[in-house]
């Protein structure tokens, strides 16, 4: 869909779009020196890490470090 990817729950995984900006789909982005990405959901939600399922082949939101952390590359 079209919108903001937001962090959508405290009980499950999901990482859904929404039509307006919230804090749930305002994110938190900070890149270690390897590229290693931390994405945090800013709302109140407590699945809000947005990692990458490698099983499942999907990102979604966790609650804690479990699954593979995100790569980004910063153009500089």
């Known amino acids: 869909g079209s919108g903001?990817?937001?962090?959508s729950s405290s009980s499950s995984n999901?990482?859904?779009?929404?039509?307006k900006l919230s804090a749930?789909?305002?994110?938190?982005?900070t890149i270690a020196k390897?590229?290693?990405?931390?994405?945090?959901?800013q709302g109140t939600n407590t699945r809000n890490?947005?990692?990458y399922n490698q099983?499942?082949?999907l990102f979604s939101?966790?609650?804690?470090?479990?699954?593979?952390?995100?790569?980004?590359?910063k153009l500089q």
């Open 61 to 73: 939101c966790y609650e804690s470090a479990s699954q593979q952390a995100i790569t980004l590359y």
């Open 24 to 29: 749930n789909s305002s994110w938190s982005v």
């Open 34 to 41: 390897d590229g290693t990405a931390t994405v945090v959901s």
């Open 49 to 51: 890490t947005m990692q």
């Open 55 to 57: 099983i499942s082949s």
């Open 14 to 19: 999901y990482l859904k779009t929404e039509t």
């Open 4 to 7: 903001y990817l937001y962090a």
